[in-house]
T-cell receptor, first 117, second 111 residues
């Protein structure tokens, strides 16, 4: 159990355009979803936490107007990188958790590699 | 002081050797301790999950938690080339879904 699907796995976009990344929990209801960013050879950096039906909580230093997060259902959250720039190029990973995390509470998607040219 | 410390130095071992990884932490409220394996360009995969102090074994993997010392370990026995990956420790408090991660150890198992 506990499968999280993330799409696309990689995307290349032009500078100034927007990119949407989807994160779906396939076999459980994800009360909470987390979005991370990871640079090469570094650990995961939490960007924001979203609870279904509520506004996302962003970590300090993360621009909420640039990284739009929507968690409209218990199985889907989206991250939209608006007006992307080359410095936004990174590996983005989502994680989903049910209301009672337990053993399978922290399941990650396979990640999205974003390249902005 | 960071919440979770994990020496990020790469580790190369010959096939069949025991891999030993560890993390220390400063937050005494951490109750749940996890080890993730991450292959290049993939999301982390949960390997081991332990609650509070003690040992847990799953196949070739053993996780140890010593809350008195704020120290956790992961041992991989009979290491295989397929174990070559980055290993991240992570932990969280009871009632708080947020994970605190270590920096990760890149492990290379040489055939």
């Amino acid at each position: 159990g506990a499968v999280v699907s993330q799409h696309p796995s990689w995307v290349i976009c032009k500078s100034g355009t927007s990119v949407k990344i989807e994160c779906r929990s396939l076999d459980f209801q994800a009360t909470t979803m987390f979005w991370y960013r990871q640079f090469p050879k570094q650990s995961l950096m939490l960007m924001a936490t979203s609870n279904e039906g509520s506004k996302a909580t962003y970590e300090q230093g993360v621009e909420k107007d640039k990284f739009l997060i929507n968690h409209a259902s218990l199985t889907l959250s989206t991250l939209t990188v608006t007006s992307a720039h080359p410095e936004d190029s990174s590996f983005y990973i989502c994680s989903a958790s049910p209301s009672t995390p337990g053993r399978y509470g922290y399941t990650f998607g396979s990640g999205t590699r974003l390249t902005v040219v | 002081q960071k919440e979770v410390e994990q020496d990020p130095g790469p580790l190369s071992v010959p096939e069949g050797a025991i891999v030993s990884l560890n993390c220390t932490y400063s937050n005494s409220a951490f109750q749940y301790f996890m080890w993730y394996r991450q292959y290049s360009r993939k999301g982390p995969e949960l390997l081991m999950y332990t609650y509070s102090s003690g040992n847990k074994e799953d196949g070739r993997f053993t996780a140890q938690v010593d809350k008195s010392s704020k120290y956790i370990s992961l041992f991989i026995r009979d290491s295989q080339p397929s174990d070559s990956a980055t290993y991240l420790c992570a932990m969280s408090e009871r009632g708080n879904n947020r994970l605190a991660f270590g920096k990760g150890n890149q492990v290379v198992v040489i055939p």
